[in-house]
Structure formats: C-alpha cells, structure tokens
C-alpha cells in the first residue's frame, strides 16, 4: 500500500542515537554505525524521531510500504495495543470472595493509553467516542472512569510536559478523518497550562475533513467538574 513512512539518509546519518528512544514503536536500530529502519510493519510514518536527529537525516516519504503493525513492533510489550471490550469477568474459586468485592470494574477498554505510544489507527478508535484527558485528571476525579470513561476509548497526554506535540495534532487528526471518531471529550485540569490540550484537539479538528464535536471538561485541583461545554 502507498503510505508515509520515514527515510534515513545514510551519508548524514552520524550514528548517534537519538532517534532510538523516541522511536516508540522500536523501528529503529544502529546496525554498522548507521540508523536503519529494521521493518516497515513496525514504522507508523509519523515521525516522532525526526526532531531528535541532529544532522537532519531523517524525513517522512510516501511510498510503497506494508501497512503499519504495531504488535509486530519491536518496542516493549508496554506499547503493544490490547482491545479490553470482548473480555469476560472470570471469577477463580481459589480467590477469597473479599478480593472480587474490593476491586472497582475499571472502564477501561484498550491499552496503551498514552497518546505518544498509542495507534490512532486502533480498531478501538474506529466510530468511537474517544477522550482526550490530561494525565492528572483521573488521579483528581474520584469518578473518573464512571462519568467519564465508560463506553469510550482514551488517549491521555500532558500538553506541558510532553515532547513533539505536532505529532499529537496528526495522530488526532488521523483519528478524526480515517478512523472516523464520533466525538471528543477534552478532559483538562483548571490550571492555565493544561489548556494547551484543548487547543490541540481544535488544531487537529481544525486540519481535518472531518468535523466532530469537542466537549471540553474543566476539572478543579479537588476533582469538581467546573465546566462542561461543547463546541
């Protein structure tokens, strides 16, 4: 299939190494003192590694590739994508009863959940209600999963903290045109740099075919829903 993916130049290529560890999906080795591309399955074309390279040796091609696989991915089994809908309750009668009545059902649907590492192509994505949270929400709302998270699916990212956020723009823009997601739930945080995550969904909105609504949820320090508004 025609698709992006990335490109080394092997005369600028000096061997360093940045780009490994901000490959997420694990693409990329120094094989012979050089960046390679060890598969085409394990590359998701969208170029997190490029801004880490420092001799620019790295650009996003169109060509001939096999479609993007992320299990075949060679990173750590903590980015493989796991779908949690068709699981079932299994209750093991070696297990004290105390157990199973302590442990809250999380409604959590898909792994991975952070936005660097996850696939925007997901079968969890397609026609979903997705929720975009910042990473403290959930530890702030102690109703997190029940009023928020259930019969969705879940990116969550820090728009302060996290790097290459170009890269969330495209992967939510992805999710808005070609897995085609109902709608978006921003959940933030009412501190002023959080509002940065509510601006890249709009952004990707903004570049998409597609137009979807945005509901932007306002959480206070102590887990209170301030405000709920769509767009």
Same mark, same amino acid.
């Given at each position: 299939?025609?698709?992006?993916?990335i490109?080394i130049?092997?005369?600028? $290529?000096?061997?360093? =190494?940045?780009c @490994?560890?901000? &490959?997420?999906? *694990? !693409?990329?080795? +120094?094989?012979?003192?050089? %960046?390679?591309?060890?598969s085409?399955?394990? $590359?998701?074309g969208? =170029?997190?590694? @490029?801004?880490? &390279?420092?001799e *620019? !040796?790295?650009? +996003?091609?169109e060509?001939? %590739?096999?479609?993007?696989?992320?299990?075949?991915?060679?990173?750590?089994?903590?980015?493989?994508?796991?779908?949690?809908?068709?699981?079932?309750?299994?209750?093991?009668?070696?297990?004290?009863?105390?157990?199973?009545?302590?442990?809250v059902?999380s409604?959590?649907?898909?792994?991975p959940?952070?936005?660097?590492?996850?696939?925007?192509?997901?079968?969890?994505?397609r026609?979903?209600d997705?929720?975009?949270?910042?990473?403290?929400?959930?530890?702030?709302?102690?109703?997190?999963?029940?009023?928020?998270?259930?019969?969705?699916?879940l990116?969550?990212?820090?728009?302060?903290?996290?790097?290459?956020?170009?890269?969330?723009?495209e992967?939510?823009?992805?999710?808005?045109?070609?897995?085609?997601?109902?709608?978006?739930?921003?959940?933030?945080?009412?501190?002023?740099?959080?509002g940065?995550?509510?601006?890249?969904?709009?952004?990707?909105?903004?570049?998409?075919?597609r137009?979807?609504?945005?509901?932007k949820a306002l959480?206070?320090?102590?887990?209170?829903?301030?405000?709920?508004?769509?767009?």
């Amino acid at each position: 299939m025609l698709r992006k993916i990335i490109r080394i130049n092997e005369e600028k $290529c000096n061997g360093c =190494g940045n780009c @490994i560890p901000n &490959c997420h999906e *694990g !693409a990329l080795r +120094i094989i012979d003192g050089k %960046a390679r591309l060890i598969s085409d399955l394990s $590359c998701d074309g969208l =170029g997190d590694c @490029i801004g880490h &390279c420092p001799e *620019g !040796a790295i650009e +996003i091609v169109e060509r001939e %590739a096999e479609p993007f696989d992320l299990p075949a991915a060679h990173g750590c089994q903590g980015s493989m994508a796991m779908d949690f809908r068709a699981r079932e309750l299994v209750v093991s009668e070696d297990k004290p009863a105390m157990t199973v009545i302590e442990n809250v059902q999380s409604e959590l649907k898909q792994w991975p959940v952070q936005l660097h590492l996850l696939n925007p192509r997901a079968s969890y994505f397609r026609n979903a209600d997705v929720v975009l949270a910042a990473d403290c929400a959930a530890f702030a709302m102690g109703n997190f999963h029940s009023r928020y998270l259930k019969g969705k699916s879940l990116a969550i990212a820090c728009p302060k903290l996290d790097s290459n956020k170009e890269s969330y723009i495209e992967k939510l823009g992805c999710m808005i045109d070609e897995t085609q997601i109902n709608s978006l739930t921003v959940v933030m945080m009412e501190v002023p740099c959080c509002g940065g995550l509510l601006q890249m969904a709009k952004l990707a909105r903004g570049n998409a075919k597609r137009n979807i609504p945005i509901k932007k949820a306002l959480i206070s320090l102590q887990g209170e829903v301030l405000e709920e508004i769509w767009d």
